[in-house]
Every structure is written in C-alpha cells, then in structure tokens.
C-alpha cells in the first residue's frame, strides 16, 4: 500500500514531482520503465531472493492499486456510457 505516513510523503514528494516532469511524453513508457528499473536496483540491497521478491512484490502492489483506484473507475463509467459486456 502507498499510504505513507505525512512526513514521509512530504520528504519524498518534491522529488518525485521534479523526477515525473523530467518524463517525456514523447517516450513516456521507455522513460518510465527505465526510471523504475533503475530506482529498484538502486533499492536491491544485497540482491538477495527476499530483496528481488520484496521488490517484485512492491511493483505488484502498485500495479493492483493504480487499477484500483484509477482504471476501475475510469472502466466503471465507459459501461455505464457504452454497456457492458454481454
């Protein structure tokens, strides 16, 4: 989950704005899959299986909350607009 404690956020944010304005939407996937990539390896501890598999597992997490709080809504409203699937 990415509820953090406020001043934990607070630390973080000002660098993760400047961070996403530096993402090209010209080549926002390739930029965001690097920038990722890079921040878990530089977050790999000693490389050993319980780090990949918290890591793994942190990506996980964040891909099931983004569809969550995001997508499925998003999807919610364009079945109410075009119908469901039948």
Do not use: D, R, W
């Given at each position: 989950m990415p509820y953090i404690l406020p001043q934990d956020r607070e630390r973080l944010d000002p660098t993760i704005t400047e961070l996403a304005k530096l993402i090209s939407t010209d080549q926002r996937a390739g930029d965001l899959n690097y920038t990722i990539?890079?921040?878990l390896l530089l977050n790999k501890g000693e490389g050993r299986y319980k780090d990949w598999n918290e890591l793994v597992g942190a990506l996980e997490s964040?891909?099931?909350?983004l569809y969550r709080k995001h997508i499925a809504p998003y999807e919610d409203?364009?079945?109410?607009?075009n119908g469901d699937v039948e």
């Open positions: 990539t890079k921040l964040c891909k099931l909350e409203e364009k079945i109410k607009e």
